[in-house]
């Protein structure tokens, strides 16, 4: 039992550990937030989002949805859209003397409508878990399989929660702003390099 357990945990951290959309947001709204209990919306929404695609990838409706060209050619287009605007946004966003400002526009409405678009519209998320965590659960079965599957769970959780905790420690930190300002350019730029790789694979569909 302790075999799927830690398989799980180790591909799921592997899979979470790279600079995307996601921990970028969780990051930001860490930072952005008077309070770290207003970024909790953020981090409670994404968690869900990916509790929800583990479950799909391991109860097979991803081998369904990657034998789709259709699907996956309307995956890749959105996510390319969204990647190019999420980009934009990062890019132009303000430094700390604005900070307030932007945390007031973020509604808990808005929060959440965000937090689940870098979740269920970023492409690597999906192709993270159905292409990668789907099918690497198909050597388990029965209790193995939800031991496997807790186990992706509860890295999400943790990594996501651990998440906005240092991007609050950092905005305590980063008094100027300075640090966010140039962190938000380079998210940005990591985003259109991610929006033109999925372009092109479109293409090469």
């Not at 870098?118 to 399989?145: C, F, Q, W």
Request: net charge positive.
């Amino acid at each position: 039992m302790l075999e799927p357990f830690i398989h799980g945990f180790i591909l799921a951290l592997g899979l979470i550990l790279p600079l995307g959309v996601q921990n970028i947001f969780v990051f930001n709204q860490g930072a952005l937030q008077p309070r770290f209990i207003k970024a909790l919306p953020v981090v409670i929404t994404v968690s869900l989002c990916d509790t929800l695609l583990i479950l799909v990838s391991v109860l097979g409706v991803s081998l369904l949805i990657l034998g789709s060209l259709w699907i996956k050619t309307i995956l890749i287009g959105g996510g390319f859209i969204f990647l190019i605007y999420m980009g934009w946004t990062t890019w132009n966003s303000k430094a700390n003397n604005e900070r307030k400002e932007i945390a007031k526009k973020f509604s808990l409405k808005k929060q959440v409508l965000f937090a689940v678009s870098v979740s269920l519209l970023n492409p690597h998320a999906i192709m993270d878990t159905m292409g990668v965590i789907g099918p690497s659960s198909l050597r388990y079965e029965g209790e193995e399989k939800v031991i496997f599957a807790v186990s992706c769970i509860l890295v999400s959780w943790s990594w996501f929660l651990g998440l906005a905790l240092i991007g609050r420690m950092s905005g305590k930190l980063d008094k100027s702003g300075s640090f966010m300002l140039v962190l938000n350019k380079i998210s940005a730029l990591v985003m259109w390099g991610a929006a033109v790789y999925l372009g092109l694979s479109l293409f090469n569909n």
